[in-house]
């Protein structure tokens, strides 16, 4: 039996078109042992229907579905890739950045630091105004650059 014969005889279709492996899993991939060498049914796919994995890189599910082996619905791509394609789709958010009076590490209102810049800028010292606000050198540094705090 050839590795096609194989893999087609190990997956059921769906009405997506995706090839569901009916197989052993790791509880989210399906596994298969084939010549002594376990792996990845949809990597086993690829190599078998596309060809070999590029060095380097990973097989991704164009229809995200873990289980699916059909090697249309496969790609290569980097980790990053695969990252973008599920934000695109919606199925992973990365929360928005806390900044501000917002972050839990938060030492000055953004009344304070719009302050602390204006004396700044006004010819005090960065030294003296971070002593006066009780915060770092560096953290007035940041404001006045505009690296740190954007926005206030």
């Known amino acids: 039996m050839t590795d096609a014969e194989y893999l087609r005889s190990r997956v059921g279709v769906n009405a997506d078109g995706c ?8 509880g989210k991939y399906g596994t298969l042992g084939r010549r002594k060498v376990r792996r990845y049914a949809h990597r086993f796919a690829y190599a078998t229907f596309i060809g070999p994995i ?19 619905h496969l790609f290569s791509g980097t980790q990053r890739d695969n990252i973008l394609d ?24 953004d009344a304070e630091v ?3 810049i204006a004396e ?4 005090a ?15 007035i540094d940041r404001y006045v650059k505009g690296t740190m705090r954007q926005g206030v």
């Open 19 to 26: 090839w569901i492996w009916q197989g052993s899993t790791n």
């Open 120 to 123: 700044v800028e006004a010819g």
């Open 54 to 72: 590029p060095e380097g890189l990973i097989v991704c599910h164009k229809c995200d579905v873990p289980l699916c082996c059909n090697p249309a």
């Open 86 to 109: 599920a934000r695109r789709k919606g199925r992973m958010f990365s929360p928005l950045p806390v900044t501000g009076e917002s972050h839990h590490n938060c030492k000055l209102t």
């Open 125 to 139: 010292t960065r030294a003296a105004t971070a002593r006066k606000y009780g915060v770092s050198f560096t953290a």
């Open 114 to 116: 719009a302050r602390a």
